[in-house]
């Protein structure tokens, strides 16, 4: 009993990601078919504009051209996020910001984070072992022109405009990856004796025959949810943010620097993003209706943005926290919203669909007898994957200092903390992190990212049984003026962002 057929549902960036990792992986040697069904008349999100750098490695596997991809999909480089006020009230305390830098923190050259504890210099964090900040605050690029696709001086990932990069994704997969494209409505689902899925019933083109569903239809989950009933886990009592409001506002004027990070302010019930692309930027507030009202939360939005874009209207967006109880259940994998969702802090969605299509399309069962061990194993990966996220983007509010609205409170009372967090972070108030706290390949966010977080923020570890980690404070100060140098010598060569963006635009960027 050979897999031949994989028909996805739903033409969102999800399903195209799908389709083209399923299809660059089993297509053309295994013989596998991949058909994906959207309907005309039910819109995507249309939002999901950061991404993280995995994005970098996924368009280089996928074949696609980075100049290519750059003009097409408005898209800008994305070196970081900027966390403003997220740590004190800026009412008390006046406007603060760390970055959460794409480049790795340079530990292993030379380990600054205990003489940083020990209050050996003013500096960052941040400052104290990387240089991307400085090139981000600097509104620089992270690579030079002639810097070949994919490979920049510092590491980055993009902004984009979400219904362009779908669109270029669905070319890409049906162009060149022979991918079956059927736009229509699906009606009703055909079930086997067994209750695994026989069939998508659509409007025009007859019933829908496959091996493997891929349920890539938003938060409505028509198969996983629908269909098989398999259960949503709320996980609002521990990231409360439910709801958005999106606008899309333009530049003043063609030269108008773009940001080369995402910036991300928080509010008093939740946090706006900002990202500029080429020709506008996106905007959104994420906040919880349970501690603002809607009108609250677009007044806060429109404070933030400034009169000029009154007469530009928002979009608000309900959005479910949490996931599926399961991923995988009988013939049917669940893949982007309708296979779970957190608010868009740390741009978890694309990160975390791209990595699970690719891991499915990797892991892929060539038979039917492989399926129940291929469903346990994704199920327990996946889930844990989404645990690890949901303790990372708590993160960020729990170990706030900030209690100036009801908010801020409840995400730094205890009881919303899951344990696993709460482990961690009391054994971090002795230990510095290592990286033998991140074991799971399929964890997302590591020691690096917990660094920036965990310090950014002012999280205290004690250094007192620490001495012998800090004894070389004239290593520490060469160290520090080696990165000095680097970072001035950085800031001198990387071109100005929009100056790349604009050169990108019209010569593209050389391959090798
Ligand atoms: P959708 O885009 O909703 O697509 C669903 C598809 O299913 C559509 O094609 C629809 O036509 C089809 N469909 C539904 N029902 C039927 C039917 N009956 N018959 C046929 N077809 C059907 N992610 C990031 O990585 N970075 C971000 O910065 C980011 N920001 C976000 C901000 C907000 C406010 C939200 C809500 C999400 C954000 N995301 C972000 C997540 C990102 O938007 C999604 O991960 C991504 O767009 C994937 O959506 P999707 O493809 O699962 O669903």
């Given amino acids: 009993m050979k897999i031949k057929q994989i028909v996805i549902l739903g033409g969102g960036t999800a399903g195209w990601l799908a389709a083209n990792h399923l299809a660059k992986k089993l297509n053309l040697p295994n013989g596998i078919n991949v058909t994906l069904v959207e309907s005309p008349n039910i819109p995507t999100i249309g939002v999901g504009e950061g991404t993280v750098p995995a994005m970098r490695e996924s368009l280089k596997y996928l074949g696609i051209d980075e100049g290519d991809f750059i003009k097409r999909c408005d898209a800008t480089f994305k070196q970081s996020i900027k966390f403003v006020n997220w740590t004190h009230d800026p009412a008390a305390h006046g406007n603060h910001y760390y970055h959460h830098l794409f480049d790795y923190p340079l530990i292993n050259q030379f380990n600054s984070t205990p003489y940083w504890l020990n209050k050996h210099c003013q500096l960052s964090y941040a400052e104290t072992v990387a240089v991307q900040g400085k090139i981000c605050d600097l509104g620089l690029a992270p690579k030079m022109v002639t810097d070949p696709q994919y490979q920049g001086t510092t590491a980055y990932a993009y902004h984009l405009d979400a219904a362009k990069f779908s669109q270029m994704l669905t070319e890409n997969a049906v162009d060149k990856l022979g991918v079956i494209h059927i736009k229509d409505d699906v009606t009703d689902v055909i079930l086997h004796t067994d209750g695994s899925i026989k069939a998508l019933v659509t409007q025009q083109n007859g019933n829908i025959f496959g091996d493997v569903f891929i349920d890539c239809s938003g938060f409505n989950s028509l198969l996983m949810g629908e269909k098989l009933g398999i259960d949503f886990v709320d996980k609002s009592d521990i990231l409360f943010a439910d709801h958005a409001l999106a606008i899309q506002v333009p530049y003043q ?92 802090l740390e741009a978890t969605g694309l990160l975390v669909f791209d990595a699970t299509a690719r891991m499915l399309a990797e892991q892929f069962p060539m038979e039917h007898a492989e399926m129940p061990l291929a469903e346990k194993r994704f199920n327990q990966r996946i889930r844990q994957t989404w645990d690890r996220v949901i303790d990372f983007i708590k993160l960020h509010y729990c170990i706030s200092k900030r209690r100036d609205s009801a908010f801020w409170r409840d995400n730094t009372d205890p009881r919303s903390i899951p344990d696993s967090l709460q482990e961690n972070l009391e054994y971090w108030r002795f230990k510095i992190p290592t990286e033998y706290d991140f074991h799971n390949k399929l964890s997302i966010f590591n020691l690096d990212n917990y660094l920036y977080v965990l310090y950014g923020m002012e999280f205290e570890t004690s250094s007192q049984n620490q001495q012998f980690q800090y004894q070389d404070v004239d290593g520490y100060r060469a160290w520090l003026k080696e990165l000095a140098n680097y970072r001035d010598h950085l800031s001198k060569t990387l071109p100005e962002h929009r100056v790349l963006i604009d050169k990108i635009k019209k010569y593209g960027i050389q391959s090798v």
């Fill in 253 to 344: 004027n063609v030269s108008q620097p773009i940001a080369s990070h995402t910036i991300s302010t928080a509010q008093q019930a939740g946090w706006i993003w900002d990202i500029g692309l080429t020709e506008r930027r996106g905007v959104g507030h994420v906040y919880s209706s349970n501690h603002t009202s809607h009108e609250q939360a677009e007044r806060d939005l429109r404070d933030y943005l400034g009169s000029e874009f009154d007469n530009i209207s928002t979009r608000r967006i309900k959005m479910h926290i949490g996931y599926r109880a399961k991923f995988w259940h009988k013939n049917c994998v669940a893949l982007g919203l309708s296979q779970g969702f957190v608010e868009p």
